[in-house]
T-cell receptor, first 116, second 113 residues
Framework: AQKITQTQPGMFVQEKEAVTLDCTYD???????LFWYKQPSSGEMIFLIY??????QNATEGRYSLNFQKARKSANLVISASQLGDSAMYFC?????????????FGSGTRLLVRP | NAGVTQTPKFRVLKTGQSMTLLCAQD?????MYWYRQDPGMGLRLIHY???????AKGEVPDGYNVSRLKKQNFLLGLESAAPSQTSVYFC????????????FGPGTRLTVT
């Protein structure tokens, strides 16, 4: 079964500190993509970062990095130097390549609150 | 570019009523998707389309129909709304299938009473 698990329903972080949001996945597909999206209280879905299953290096995008551990089937999001505007829901998602729809399979999300 | 737009933003229906949600994208994307988001859950795929004139079922298709008569538009229909269809509906689009991000619309909040 294809599944994404996010075990942290909610997290707090102090402003300017780093935080790691956990994500584990389950798939039998050898080729897949992993994504992180941010959903602020306004409701829109904002793409943050992408990691391909065959990428040798961990993806980085500004203050976001993805700690990809393929053997452990984990794709944790690291946010460095947290800002108040980072307070939001964060969703991990997977897109198996064998599935011709290239749909996104989402986890249940982690709500991050940044404290001033 | 407007990106992905959805109409309407909010809607309240009574049980048994019908409605159509419109999604439009101006990025010339081939793939389009309809997801629903329920409280405490991630998004789940309802239907999708890999090109103009094509549609296919996703994970939770029951009670919904879709059409993609034009490449830029993807319509989601509810023929007889039920309270279980109260949700936030997101449309998304992407380039041809592959390791590409999906671009999401702002969502439609639907309440069925």
């Amino acid at each position: 079964a294809q599944k994404i698990t996010q075990t942290q329903p909610g997290m707090f972080v102090q402003e300017k500190e780093a935080v790691t949001l956990d994500c584990t996945y389950d798939t039998s597909d050898p080729s897949y993509g992993l994504f992180w999206y941010k959903q602020p209280s306004s409701g829109e879905m904002i793409f943050l970062i992408y990691q391909g299953s065959y990428d040798q290096q961990n993806a980085t995008e500004g203050r976001y990095s993805l700690n990809f551990q393929k053997a452990r089937k984990s794709a944790n999001l690291v946010i460095s130097a947290s800002q108040l505007g980072d307070s939001a829901m964060y969703f991990c998602a997977m897109s198996p390549r064998m599935d011709s729809s290239y749909k996104l399979i989402f986890g249940s999300g982690t709500r991050l609150l940044v404290r001033p | 570019n407007a990106g992905v737009t959805q109409t309407p933003k909010f809607r309240v229906l009574k049980t048994g009523q019908s409605m159509t949600l419109l999604c439009a994208q101006d990025m010339n994307h081939e793939y389009m998707y309809w997801y629903r988001q329920d409280p405490g859950m991630g998004l789940r795929l309802i239907h999708y389309s890999v090109g103009e004139g094509t549609t296919a079922k996703g994970e939770v298709p029951d009670g919904y129909n879709v059409s993609r008569l034009k490449k830029q538009n993807f319509l989601l229909g509810l023929e007889s709304a039920a309270p279980s269809q109260t949700s936030v509906y997101f449309c998304a689009s992407s380039y041809s299938g592959g390791p590409y991000e999906q671009y999401f619309g702002p969502g439609t909040r639907l309440t069925v009473t």
